[in-house]
T-cell receptor, first 113, second 115 residues
Framework: DAGITQSPRHKVTETGTPVTLRCHQT?????MYWYRQDPGHGLRLIHY???????DKGEVSDGYSVSRSKTEDFLLTLESATSSQTSVYFC????????????FGDGTRLSIL | AQTVTQSQPEMSVQEAETVTLSCTYD???????LFWYKQPPSRQMILVIR??????QNATENRFSVNFQKAAKSFSLKISDSQLGDAAMYFC????????????FGKGTLLTVNP
């Protein structure tokens, strides 16, 4: 199994509070991704990284920011959480070869009350 | 923009029977990759099978095989000899190198396996 750890696994917080989710990998992979999963929508890309300090937006990036200061960690921050950001968040990684698939972490269930 | 469509929100199959899940996609790229992921109730995202667009031969992994029709932009998943453990949500997904390998997912098909 790909070495991906997401933390926390579950979190409940209140509207307006800041939240940071962490994705840690032990594979030394270049690419890292954050998705959210909501019923009826599948998985949608929030932000991704193609190297240390190299990040870009996905299709649902509003209200989220990311940082990648070292290869192994990719942080997703909700600056001021809203109830619409209640979701399951997945991190994924992939290697450099063109045919490499993405491998996923176990997800973080985030509830914003 | 690339889109992936799974037209069957739910499917069911009897244990030991065969079922086919449908997926179509839209792209203007010529070099891309297609995937099927399985998500059981445990929430894990598990790679089932992948297909490179430049390969004409359909991919096969044990009981799982695909029917890749490039001209029709169709990528269906066939599960043979269905088992109770196959019950899950199945997602079809696409990426191309030109997009930094960002995955675009379909909305999923929930597969129920009846004993």
């Amino acid at each position: 199994d790909a070495g991906i750890t997401q933390s926390p696994r579950h979190k409940v917080t209140e509207t307006g509070t800041p939240v940071t989710l962490r994705c840690h990998q032990t594979e030394n992979h270049r690419y890292m991704y954050w998705y959210r999963q909501d019923p009826g929508h599948g998985l949608r890309l929030i932000h991704y990284s193609y190297g240390v300090k190299d990040t870009d937006k996905g299709e649902v990036s509003d209200g989220y920011s990311v940082s990648r200061s070292k290869t192994e960690d990719f942080l997703l921050t909700l600056e001021s959480a809203t109830s619409s950001q209640t979701s399951v968040y997945f991190c994924a990684i992939r290697g450099d070869s063109s045919n490499q698939p993405q491998h996923f972490g176990d997800g973080t269930r985030l509830s914003i009350l | 923009a690339q889109t992936v469509t799974q037209s069957q929100p739910e499917m069911s199959v009897q244990e030991a029977e065969t079922v086919t899940l449908s997926c179509t996609y839209d792209t203007s790229e010529s070099d891309y990759y297609l995937f099927w992921y399985k998500q059981p109730p445990s929430r894990q995202m598990i790679l089932v099978i992948r297909q490179e667009a430049y390969k004409q031969q359909n991919a096969t992994e044990n009981r799982f095989s695909v029917n890749f029709q490039k001209a029709a932009k169709s990528f269906s998943l066939k599960i043979s000899d269905s088992q109770l453990g196959d019950a899950a949500m199945y997602f079809c997904a696409y990426f191309s190198g030109g997009s930094n390998y960002k995955l675009t997912f379909g909305k999923g098909t929930l597969l129920t396996v009846n004993p």
